[in-house]
């Protein structure tokens, strides 16, 4: 199993500019999740899904979509990107619905916005 | 809403020396713990986590914790600590039963000088 991947591991952007960042599990999951880690303020969830189909929104949402249409893939979306975007994104995703469940995390991807 | 403090946002520690990194949470009802630890360059991984039972619970590298539910206390500890230790340390939290949603702590820093 290659655990949780995701790409891209690095990207620059401009403000303005719109991406995706791409996270897939091949462990069959059902539930997955988004963070964002900034210096001092350890990770914030943005978004999760419990299950294809479901999503729901964490504690840091705004700026961010998110879409589940199959149980592997789980991309995160920037519309329209800004400074305070500049964080290290991490995807994390675990067996059932979290509660009893250890989240197995991705590698990350380092985002920069200018 | 439920919040993880970590006290210590930097250690330093010289090889051998005894570590205890405390972290609190505020919930009041049934919660899930977790300690993940964060080595350079690297994704998060699973320390150890608790659930229910024995308050004290055992993890992987001779790391332990103690849950103290009359403290709402979660604190790390190793007896003698290796500069491969050198990490960042995360105390999370899921609380309720219908939500997988880690919330973490700010982080721990902790250099263990060789």
């Known amino acids: 199993n290659a655990g949780v991947t995701q790409t891209p591991k690095f990207q620059v952007l401009k403000t303005g500019q719109s991406m995706t960042l791409q996270c897939a599990q091949d462990m069959n999951h059902e539930y997955m999740s988004w963070y964002r880690q900034d210096p001092g303020m350890g990770l914030r969830l943005i978004h999760y899904?419990?299950?294809?189909?479901?999503?729901d929104q964490g504690e840091v949402p705004n700026g961010y979509n998110v879409s589940r249409s199959t149980t592997e893939d789980f991309p995160l979306r920037l519309l329209s990107a800004a400074p305070s975007q500049t964080s290290v994104y991490f995807c994390?995703?675990?067996?059932?619905?979290?509660?009893?469940?250890?989240?197995?995390f991705g590698p990350g991807t380092r985002l920069t916005v200018l | 809403a439920q919040s993880v403090s970590q006290h210590n946002h930097h250690v330093i520690l010289s090889e051998a020396a005894s570590l205890e990194l405390g972290c609190n949470y505020s919930y009041g009802g049934t919660v899930n713990l977790f300690w993940y630890v964060q080595y350079p360059g690297q994704h998060l991984q699973l320390l150890l986590k608790y659930f229910s039972g024995d308050p004290l619970v055992k993890g992987i590298k001779g790391f332990e914790a103690e849950f103290i539910k009359s403290k709402f206390s979660f604190n790390l500890r190793k007896p003698s600590v290796q500069w491969s230790d050198t990490a960042e340390y995360f105390c999370a939290v899921t609380a309720g039963r219908n939500t997988g949603k880690l919330i973490f702590g700010q982080g721990t820093t902790l250099q263990v000088k060789p």
């Open positions: 899904s419990v299950g294809a189909g479901i999503t």
């Open positions: 994390a995703s675990s067996l059932g619905q979290g509660w009893v469940n250890e989240q197995f």
